[in-house]
């Protein structure tokens, strides 16, 4: 089987809100950026393009499309689009290169969840009949699966205001971030409840930007001469949609991807991990299985920011680019999508 | 009620998301120049095309189009279609024309109205302009602009349409 | 260049969506109507309020529908403390997972609660049906605290 390299990958900063820039004109920077990490114009230059957006977050139909302006697109490119995080535009675009297809695959995600209210657009994505017509917003279920961890001894609230500290310090480091800074613990359990039992802190931001990254086979990318990690595996699960049957205070999807993406194969020293809210991390990080030895979203993770629709494409992005630095020899990333943690993608990035 | 005993089988779902749209810099300097009565286009730094309105980058390059080019309010018709049929929630009385026009200084079309024409005779190539709102109507907005006009002006031949300067159809 | 103006404008994206119920949410949807709350069996024998069509496990098709009580038990619940404007009350409340007496898996559904430390996972909740009930979901307005 054709071995994938990851060659490229930037993020915008996450920013409360983007202000005047359109989709085109978030996407452009950081593609941009991407081209010039291996040397190429543009768009035309890889073999296919596979982007991940969601119309409804800034209510704008068929925004995906403007998207292509962004790419060069004359004369006419191979392009697909998902209407979820990009992450799963990587896999699609691994699918397309492993079939003989494509030899390099570009794939940008991109959010701008400020013009509406995320939350209550979110809430649509949920069962038509007995759920959205309730609003019920994505903090909300959080909120719901967080009481049961409690309730259920299986963490404290100290737990999760360790996960917002250390996320926060981390995020000192993150020039993107959007949330960074100096807090402790028992800053965070200091803070008033927002959706008991969250704190504001225990809820990713809501952030605007982008994110986009090159893959391609081995030799394209010693063809290219450039520094590149290997996705040595890649998988996902999704769960029922039915709240009341899934075993909230676990995630089995995010277990069964790790299982098929071969995380437990080697040791992880990092993990990247999308949990938009602090108990999630936890969830998460004992469904793969993860122990003291790996460094846990050292990027600050998306409590630290969140772009919708590419936080999971940057999860991947960020074990790369600390792979290629010499930090890390392997590391493990994750994205999620749908609430509660229903849909989880887990990509095992190793040195090449 | 008699309608108690069926049972249900569809359900009405309407629902309605509110947002604060944010025009994109590129577009909201063409509409800031709009609303002052000037079209601005923007010109592409690799292949030179100008765009109007533009919406912030080359779709043929993927690169921004950062340079303004200010263009004259005469246009050329590339293509057009008679409407005859009521469009809901459009107020203006079929038969109307809208047609995709080129501006002079511009190489991509746009779409807008025509009128004050016989509209059988209108026809690709034919020479307008614009014919604006009041001074005081003006607002960051396309439709400043009523309609376009046909002008006493030659044609301009098929593969001239969109390559025109600013300056116009010298003939 | 010259500077961006930010240009706003508000606006409301509606649809107008109908959908068809098929048999099953159907079958539930016209038991609220007639003030009952109606689930169906798992193939493991599970109840499942609302309903579903298929098992999730595997992937049944599932028809043995279940009468079970309009009142059950939180088993977990999140204090809105400031609603909003598309939740179903201007006041606080509580968003719950209640399993319903004859029921095994819990349905999400609202509690009316005059303060956040008048729930705890355990509470006793009854439905209160809206004053008119046409067959949605929202014919339950919101649960109520039973007293203990």
């Known amino acids: 089987m054709k071995q994938i390299a990851i060659v490229a990958f930037h993020q915008s900063r996450a920013v409360a809100d983007a202000g005047a820039c359109n989709e085109v004109e978030m996407i452009m920077p950081v593609l941009s950026e991407v081209y010039q990490q291996v040397g190429i114009n543009n768009a035309q230059d890889v073999d296919f393009v596979c982007s991940g957006s969601c119309d409804y977050l800034q209510g704008a139909a068929f925004a995906f499309v403007a998207g292509v302006d962004a790419l060069g697109a004359v004369p006419p490119i191979k392009e697909s689009h998902v209407e979820m995080d990009a992450a799963w535009a990587v896999y699609e675009s691994i699918l397309k290169i492993r079939m003989g297809h494509a030899d390099s695959a570009l794939i940008y995600g991109f959010g701008k969840s400020s013009p509406g209210e995320l939350p209550i657009v979110l809430s649509q994505q949920l069962d038509p009949y007995y759920l959205a017509p309730q609003w019920v917003d994505t903090i909300s279920l959080a909120a719901l699966q967080a009481r049961l961890m409690l309730e259920q001894g299986k963490l404290t609230e100290r737990d999760m205001a360790e996960v917002v500290s250390r996320s926060r310090r981390n995020a000192l480091n993150n020039p993107n971030a959007q949330l960074a800074g100096d807090i402790s613990a028992e800053d965070v359990l200091a803070d008033e409840m927002y959706l008991s039992p969250l704190r504001k802190a225990d809820c990713c931001p809501v952030s605007d930007g982008a994110s986009a990254m090159i893959i391609c086979t081995v030799e394209k990318a010693q063809q290219w001469g450039v520094p590149f990690a290997l996705i040595t595996g890649i998988d996902h699960r999704i769960e029922t949609h039915n709240l009341g049957m899934r075993d909230l205070t676990d995630s089995v999807s995010t277990r069964l991807a790790a299982e098929g993406a071969g995380v437990a194969d080697g040791s992880v020293d990092v993990a990247e991990l999308y949990a938009p809210f602090s108990h999630q991390e936890i969830i998460l990080a004992r469904a793969l299985g993860l122990d003291e030895g790996t460094s846990v979203n050292p990027s600050g993770g998306v409590l630290a920011g969140n772009l919708m629709m590419a936080s999971g494409l940057s999860r991947i992005g960020e074990v790369f680019q600390r792979i290629v630095s010499g930090e890390a020899q392997r590391g493990v990333a994750h994205a999620t999508s749908g609430p509660c943690l229903q849909h989880n993608l887990v990509t095992v990035v190793e040195k090449a | ?171 | 260049m010259p500077e961006s103006e930010i240009l706003n404008q508000a606006f409301e994206l509606g649809y107008t969506y109908t959908r068809s119920t098929g048999p099953v949410v159907g079958r539930f949807l016209t038991g609220l109507r007639d003030q009952q709350i109606v689930g169906i069996r798992a193939s493991d024998g599970r109840v499942v309020v609302p309903p579903m069509e298929y098992d999730p496990d595997t992937a049944e098709a599932l028809s043995e529908f279940v009468d079970v009580s309009d009142e059950g038990e939180v088993v977990s619940w999140a204090w809105v403390k400031h609603p909003r404007e598309a939740h179903p009350s201007s006041q606080p409340f509580a968003w719950a997972m209640i399993r319903l007496d004859g029921a095994d898996v819990p349905m999400v559904h609202w509690v009316r609660a005059k303060d956040e430390s008048d729930i705890r996972c355990g509470s006793r909740v009854r439905a209160r049906w809206a004053d008119e009930t046409v067959g949605f979901i929202t014919d339950i307005a919101g649960f109520e605290l039973v007293g203990e």
């Open chain 2, 1 to 171: 009620m008699s309608d108690q005993r069926e049972p249900i089988t569809g359900i009405d779902v309407p629902i309605s998301l509110k947002y604060n749209f944010t025009a994109g810099a590129g577009p909201a300097r063409f509409l800031s120049q709009v609303r002052k009565g000037v079209l601005t286009g923007q010109r592409c730094p690799r292949c030179e095309q100008v765009y109007i309105p533009p919406r912030g980058s080359c779709a043929a390059c993927g690169v921004p189009t950062e340079e303004e080019v200010v263009l004259a309010d005469k246009a050329t018709v590339q293509s057009f279609t008679i409407v005859s049929i009521p469009i809901p929630t459009n107020p203006i009385e079929p038969p109307y024309i809208i047609a995709n026009l080129v501006a002079d200084g511009a190489n991509i079309s746009f779409i807008h109205l025509m009128s004050d024409c016989v509209n059988e005779e209108v026809r690709i190539g034919q020479r307008v302009q614009a014919v604006w709102k009041p001074e005081e109507e003006w607002d960051y907005a396309m439709d400043n602009i009523r309609y376009f006009t046909p002008i006493d002006e030659p044609d301009v031949p098929a593969d001239k349409i969109g390559k025109l300067p600013v300056s116009g159809w010298g003939a």
